[in-house]
């Protein structure tokens, strides 16, 4: 038992008169309701959490989700034990915190039936009698909103009660003692894709997706744009980039553990996935998803959806095929015939629409384009590669479209600092 509750157990004992008011659960009713318990697995989230956030004597406490912004404002329903209180009292509620947001109020008023006395009684027998014990439930609102910061929060509440007899009865004032720390998540809105396995919404989950988000804010610039925000998120995200190493999108969550590994680093499917992850965890306005980009033989400049893998485009070869790809800076040769490696299907890009407007991020890099046919430019070349099965490579044997020379460099893109979609509050 910690130290909160012996408090709040001698508060409890200590009569004002005969009146006894204990706080026995507390149900926060204006969070998301979407919360769900961690496994040791990240990718793989337990049960639901479906219980009020605090109640005396059980030892964890459910952690919440709640809209941030300067009208949103936390509420919910405390359970009351109450004793010697007798009908039409009006029981006023007051609950103080550190946190601003967690200061709330209420009030109830103990109903006819609900105070323990007998049929039959007159009023000035029952004026005389103690009640009790009844539960009531007193319907809480905070003062003010949590406001628009995404954060995690863990502050206790201390809870006063104030009572108020029928008629001209003197108020009596109780203090009521602390509930343990609640913990809640301010998001900018609620998580989205929560129906699905990779947006179901776990604490691990939250803890990880709102200190990615505050990293991506803190260095998006000063009062940075929506826009500003998922960019560098992504451009952070693909600072490892290694296309051998794959997840899906659900266990995407587990891109972080390729950051340390011998050779970091994910592909950029997966990279785009995490950040997607991140992202509607916490709510992000605007659209986003992931598609894939790629270029055809007879138009290699033109960027098209879709994937030259599927199916492959092959030509015979002596003894042998050619397959066409697009090939990246990692070629030893940039691209040019001869070089090995850095063979690509397809460009993984964030899709981020907002404010009429629709934005590309390639993944592992930390750009950003409005106009599709500029992703192509993220590799050197459009080529014939023919595998080397002593160097275990695909080799360029010939060129058929160069993006970017030796010595360029891809187009930079949007200036998000410049771009005018402010964020939501």
């Given at each position: 038992?910690?130290w909160?509750?012996?408090?709040?157990?001698?508060?409890?004992?200590?009569?004002?008169?005969?009146?006894?008011?204990?706080?026995?659960?507390?149900?926060i009713?204006?969070?998301?309701?979407?919360?769900?318990?961690?496994?040791?697995?990240?990718?793989?989230?337990?049960?639901?959490?479906?219980?009020?956030?605090?109640?005396?004597?059980?030892?964890?406490?459910?952690?919440?989700?709640?809209?941030?912004?300067?009208?949103a404002?936390l509420?919910?329903?405390?359970?009351?034990?109450?004793?010697?209180?007798?009908?039409?009292?009006?029981?006023?509620?007051?609950?103080?915190?550190?946190?601003?947001?967690?200061?709330?109020?209420?009030?109830?008023?103990?109903?006819?039936?609900?105070?323990?006395?007998?049929?039959?009684?007159?009023?000035?027998?029952?004026?005389?009698?103690?009640?009790?014990?009844?539960?009531?439930?007193?319907?809480?609102?905070?003062?003010e909103?949590?406001?628009?910061?995404?954060?995690?929060?863990?502050?206790?509440?201390?809870?006063?009660?104030?009572?108020?007899?029928?008629?001209?009865?003197?108020?009596?004032?109780?203090?009521?003692?602390?509930?343990?720390?609640?913990?809640?998540?301010?998001?900018?809105?609620?998580?989205?894709?929560?129906?699905?396995?990779?947006?179901?919404?776990?604490?691990?989950?939250?803890?990880?997706?709102?200190?990615?988000?505050?990293?991506a804010?803190a260095?998006?610039?000063?009062?940075?744009?929506?826009?500003?925000?998922?960019?560098?998120?992504?451009?952070?995200?693909?600072?490892?980039?290694?296309?051998?190493?794959?997840?899906?999108?659900?266990?995407?969550?587990?891109?972080?553990?390729?950051?340390?590994?011998?050779?970091?680093?994910?592909?950029?499917?997966?990279?785009?996935?995490?950040?997607?992850?991140?992202?509607?965890?916490?709510?992000?306005?605007?659209?986003?998803?992931?598609?894939?980009?790629?270029?055809?033989?007879?138009?290699p400049?033109?960027?098209?959806?879709?994937?030259?893998?599927s199916?492959?485009?092959?030509?015979?070869?002596?003894?042998?095929?050619?397959?066409?790809?697009?090939?990246?800076?990692?070629?030893?040769?940039?691209?040019?015939?001869?070089?090995?490696?850095?063979?690509?299907?397809?460009?993984?890009?964030?899709?981020?629409?907002?404010?009429?407007?629709?934005?590309?991020?390639?993944?592992?890099t930390?750009?950003?384009?409005?106009?599709?046919?500029?992703?192509l430019?993220?590799?050197?070349?459009?080529?014939?590669?023919?595998?080397?099965?002593?160097?275990?490579?695909?080799?360029?044997?010939?060129?058929?479209?160069?993006?970017?020379?030796?010595?360029?460099?891809?187009?930079?893109?949007?200036?998000?600092?410049?771009?005018?979609?402010p964020?939501?509050?």
């Open positions: 038992m910690s909160c509750w012996i408090v709040a157990s001698c508060l409890m004992s200590m009569p004002c008169g005969q009146v006894f008011i204990e706080p026995i659960e507390f149900d009713t204006s969070e998301h309701g979407l919360m769900h318990r961690d496994t040791a697995n990240l990718a793989e989230p337990g049960a639901r959490w479906d219980e009020p956030e605090w109640r005396f004597g059980r030892s964890n406490i459910v952690p919440f989700t709640h809209d941030g912004g300067k009208q404002r509420a919910g329903r405390l359970k009351l034990k109450v004793e010697g209180v007798k009908s039409g009292s009006l029981i006023r509620i007051r609950g103080l915190s550190h946190e601003p947001g967690f200061n709330v109020a209420g009030e109830v008023v103990v109903s006819s039936g609900e105070d323990g006395g007998e049929d039959g009684d007159d009023d000035e027998a029952a004026a005389k009698k103690p009640a009790g014990p009844v539960t009531v439930v007193a319907e809480v609102k905070a003062g909103g949590l406001g628009t910061a995404v954060r995690k929060i863990s502050q206790p509440i201390v809870w006063f009660a104030e009572v108020k007899p029928p008629g001209d009865g003197k108020v009596s004032k109780h203090d009521l003692g602390p509930t343990s720390p609640l913990v809640g998540y301010v998001l900018r809105g609620r998580p989205k894709m929560a129906d699905q396995k990779r947006g179901t919404v776990t604490p691990r989950r939250l803890a990880i997706a709102v200190e990615r988000y505050n990293n804010l260095n998006a610039g000063e009062n940075p744009t929506s826009l500003a925000i998922v960019a560098e998120l992504v451009g952070r995200m693909g600072k490892h980039y290694l296309p051998t190493r794959h997840y899906e999108e659900e266990d995407a969550w587990n891109v972080p553990e390729t950051w340390v590994m011998k050779d970091p680093g994910a592909s950029c499917f997966s990279i785009i996935s995490y950040s997607i992850n991140l992202l509607n965890m916490v709510g992000h306005e605007g659209e986003y998803d992931m598609v894939t980009y790629t270029a055809t033989l007879e138009n400049t033109k960027a098209v959806l879709g994937s030259l893998g199916p492959p485009v092959r030509k015979p070869a002596i003894g042998d095929y050619w397959q066409l790809f697009l090939v990246d800076d990692r070629n030893t040769k940039l691209g040019q015939a001869g070089g090995l490696g850095g063979v690509n299907f397809y460009e993984a890009v964030m899709r981020y629409k907002f404010g009429g407007r629709t934005y590309f991020m390639p993944g592992g930390s750009r950003v384009y409005t106009n599709p046919d500029d992703i430019r993220v590799f050197r070349t459009m080529a014939w590669a023919r595998y080397d099965n002593w160097k275990k490579e695909w080799r360029v044997v010939r060129v058929v479209h160069t993006y970017v020379r030796p010595g360029e460099g891809s187009p930079y893109g949007v200036d998000v600092s410049e771009v005018s979609s964020r939501q509050e």
